[in-house]
């Protein structure tokens, strides 16, 4: 089955600073990649995805790069603000296949003002 | 997006007993899923609710231990049984709408087992 690892498991940095997150995946089948922020109590909440037929993907602040032949994917924060702290789940799944998706295992982030 | 509520949000349930979590979603979805995740954690799957059928339970999960329905598009049921301490956990329902990407997910029911 797929195996996603993601780093680094905490993540502190100055507010304004840029924070990058990184998952591998296993499964060459994997051909979707979201992006969830979860805050404290809260719910974890879709904030980017990418597709396979897609290298890089930006919303705003938030971008995602995806590197198929090396099998990893990067969330890229610029500009972080205190509300950005907060724990990111990255995941990868065979979107029309059999879809269930494989988590990391979270990214604290902390962003000090 | 989907408008996702579960009941009840939170419970503290006494060793033995049983408790039945509700998920209502606002429009059909294709695909509903029941997750665990302890205090720190990640999310494990616990299984897919199948709309008219059996759920389909992930490795280390029975469906002695851990009932689902879904009678319709719209709903599921999770129950947890024969609850020990060790059930204590956040229990999230989550949806994919047609289309089979975004997924979603329900506010949680946050349960104590003592």
């Known amino acids: 089955g797929e195996n996603v690892e993601q780093h680094p498991s905490t993540l502190s940095v100055q507010e304004g600073d840029s924070a990058v997150i990184k998952c591998t995946y296993s499964?060459?089948?994997?051909?979707?990649f979201p992006w969830y922020k979860q805050e404290l109590g809260k719910r974890p909440q879709l904030i980017i995805d990418?597709?396979?037929?897609?290298g890089e993907k930006k919303d705003q602040r938030i971008a995602v790069t995806l590197n198929k032949t090396a099998k990893h994917f990067s969330l890229h924060i610029t500009e972080t603000q205190p509300e950005d702290s907060a724990v990111y789940f990255c995941?990868?799944?065979?979107?029309?296949?059999?879809?269930?998706?494989?988590f990391g295992r979270g990214t604290s982030l902390i962003v000090h003002p | 997006s989907a408008v996702i509520s579960q009941k009840p949000s939170r419970d503290i349930c006494q060793r033995g007993t049983s408790l039945t979590i509700q998920c209502q979603v606002d429009?059909?979805?294709?695909?509903m899923f029941w997750y665990r995740q302890q205090p720190g954690q990640s999310l494990t799957l616990i299984a897919t609710a199948n709309q008219g059928s059996e759920a389909t339970y992930e490795s280390g999960f029975v469906i002695d231990k851990f009932p689902i329905s879904r009678p319709n598009l719209t709903f599921s049921t999770l129950t947890v049984s024969n609850m020990s301490p060790e059930d204590s956990s956040i229990y999230l329902c989550?949806?994919?709408?047609?289309?089979?990407?975004?997924?979603?997910f329900g506010p949680g029911t946050r349960l104590t087992v003592t």
């Open positions: 989550s949806v994919v709408r047609g289309g089979g990407y975004e997924q979603y």
């Open positions: 429009s059909q979805v294709t695909m």
């Open positions: 995941a990868a799944s065979e979107a029309g296949g059999s879809y269930i998706p494989t």
């Open positions: 499964d060459s089948a994997s051909n979707y």
């Open positions: 990418i597709r396979s037929n897609v």
